[in-house]
C-alpha cells in the first residue's frame, strides 16, 4: 500500500525554519505514512530552494501569499491526504500514532499548538479551545484533510492571507469540520 499523505509546506525566505520543520516529519517518513514533501515557494531569495532540494521535496513556484503557496502545494500534491504544515510549525513526537488513529474517521483535523512564553502559551491555549469548541483553525495548527475534501471546500484559492481560517469554514459547511488531534505542533518564530 503506497503512504497515503502529501505535506505541504508553504515557504517565503524560510531557511531557518525548514529544516527543523522537516525534522519534525521524519516520524512519518519511518511509519510510512508519508507520500511526498512539498516545498511551495512565494518567491524567496534565501537558501530555501537549496534546503528543500537536499530534503528531496518536490519545489514548486507559487504567489507571495501563504494561500497562494498552500493552494499551488495542493495541485502538485498526489496522495489521498494533505498535510498542511507552516515553516515555523513543528510537529512533536507521537503525531503518528494520532494521524493514524484518526484518519479512519476521514475529517480534517488540526494539531493542538504548543508555544513558549507565557503570551505563546495563551495564544496557544485559545487557539486549541476554538478548535475543540467549533472547529475553527489557526495556520500554526497545520490541518490534515482529505484531498477530495480540500477540492470540495473550494481550497485556499479564494481564501485570504493564510487561508485557514477560512478553509475550516468552508469545510464545516460541507459537514468536514476539523477537529482537534491528540498530537501537537510547536510554533518558532524566525530571529
Not at 54 to 70: D, K, M, Y
Not at 106 to 125: C, H, S
Not at 132 to 144: E, I, N, R, Y
Not at 166 to 182: F, N, T
Amino acid at each position: 500500500m503506497r503512504a497515503a499523505i502529501s505535506v505541504i509546506i508553504p515557504t517565503l525566505d524560510a531557511e531557518r525554519l525548514l529544516p527543523a520543520c522537516a525534522a519534525g516529519l521524519f516520524e512519518g517518513v519511518q511509519e510510512g505514512l508519508l507520500r511526498e514533501l512539498i516545498v511551495s515557494d512565494g518567491g524567496s531569495v534565501d537558501e530555501t530552494r537549496r534546503i528543500a532540494d537536499e530534503l528531496g521535496a518536490e519545489f514548486v513556484s507559487a504567489g507571495p501569499t501563504r494561500a497562494a503557496q498552500l493552494q499551488r502545494g495542493a495541485e502538485a500534491a498526489r496522495g489521498d491526504w494533505l498535510l498542511f504544515v507552516p515553516p515555523e510549525s513543528q510537529l512533536q513526537p507521537g503525531w503518528t500514532a494520532a494521524v493514524r488513529a484518526h484518519m479512519p474517521s476521514q475529517a480534517p483535523a488540526v494539531f493542538r499548538v504548543e508555544a513558549r512564553g507565557t503570551a505563546g502559551r495563551l495564544a496557544a491555549a485559545w487557539a486549541n479551545r476554538r478548535t475543540a469548541m467549533v472547529g475553527a483553525a489557526t495556520g500554526p495548527q497545520g490541518l490534515l484533510v482529505r484531498a477530495g475534501d480540500y477540492a470540495d471546500a473550494g481550497g485556499h484559492a479564494s481564501a485570504g492571507r493564510t487561508g485557514a481560517p477560512a478553509l475550516a469554514r468552508r469545510l464545516a459547511a460541507i459537514g468536514r469540520r476539523p477537529v482537534l488531534l491528540a498530537a501537537s505542533v510547536r510554533r518558532e518564530t524566525a530571529t
